[in-house]
């Protein structure tokens, strides 16, 4: 498949037209950036272990039966999706206390919570990804009441799937963050990445961070706990 112009570039990634105009190529940038962008790096080789985990993980979920906007991935660094609209409202669950929730509402840190806490933001940029309700989701129009339902079912069965995956891996999943879009038929399609930029993952035993938190923190060795999660669930050494 050809690769046709720049659509768009992000923080992490950067997303092609292909000959195909229902399918786009996104190319997984080794860019690392955190609090809104304030901090950046560049981390060769971390694009690799997303595009490879992000694929992994996808397929994974489809053979579970949740579809996705993943196609296939076609090298280190690049998958073929399906094109969607982008909601404009990013899914995060969590099941252990941490991060922003900690932050803004001052509640211990690293309590288990006794149910999956599912939050929405604005995926706004500009603003700060603010906290929002289903109201505002549903008052301003960026996802209509059957949509926030089936993206709210989805999120909470991933969130099933993946913590089971990962506690037979020796890893813990503290939370993640989501992005569902609108497909050709106007069906909600879960989209984006689920990668350690996108998830917080802590080792069972030690209860080490391998995931963002690295860099967020200053923890040292952000790449060796990619090829961690890799290594985890491929059981393959790079
Ligand atoms: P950001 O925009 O936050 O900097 P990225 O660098 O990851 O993030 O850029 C990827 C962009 O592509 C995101 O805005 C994401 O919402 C969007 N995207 C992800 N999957 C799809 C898809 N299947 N179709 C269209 N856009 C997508
Ligand atoms: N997250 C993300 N993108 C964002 C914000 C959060 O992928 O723009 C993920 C983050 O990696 C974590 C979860 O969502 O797994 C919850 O993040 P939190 O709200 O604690 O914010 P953060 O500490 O990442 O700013």
């Known amino acids: 498949m050809e690769t046709g112009k720049l659509l768009y570039e992000g923080k992490a990634k950067k997303m092609y037209e292909t000959s195909d105009p229902d399918i786009l190529l996104i190319e997984y940038k080794n860019s690392l950036t955190a609090f809104n962008a304030q901090k950046k790096a560049e981390m060769e080789g971390k694009g690799r272990y997303n595009t490879l985990i992000s694929a992994w993980l996808f397929s994974y979920l489809a053979e579970k039966g949740i579809p996705s906007h993943f196609l296939k991935r076609l090298d280190d660094t690049h998958q073929l999706v399906k094109k969607v609209q982008i909601l404009p409202i990013e899914v995060v669950v969590r099941n252990i206390t941490t991060g922003t929730l900690c932050r803004r509402l001052g509640v211990t840190e690293g309590m288990k ?6 939050e929405f933001y604005l995926k706004d ?3 700060g990804d603010p906290l929002i309700t289903e109201d505002h989701a549903l008052l301003f129009g960026w996802a209509k009441q059957d949509e926030i339902d089936s993206i709210k079912r989805t999120s909470l069965a991933v969130n099933e799937i993946l913590q089971d995956l990962f506690l037979s891996k020796g890893i813990v999943l503290v939370d993640f963050k989501l992005e569902f ?14 990668s350690p930029d996108t998830c917080r993952f802590w080792d069972s035993q030690t209860g080490k961070s391998l995931d963002k938190d690295r860099f967020r923190k200053d923890l040292g060795d952000v790449l060796g706990a990619y090829r961690e999660i890799w290594k985890r669930l491929s059981g393959k050494e790079e």
């Open 113 to 118: 919570l006794p149910r999956p806490l599912v």
């Open 125 to 127: 940029d500009a603003l």
């Open 181 to 194: 879009g609108r497909d050709s038929s106007g069906n909600v399609l879960l989209a984006d990445e689920i």
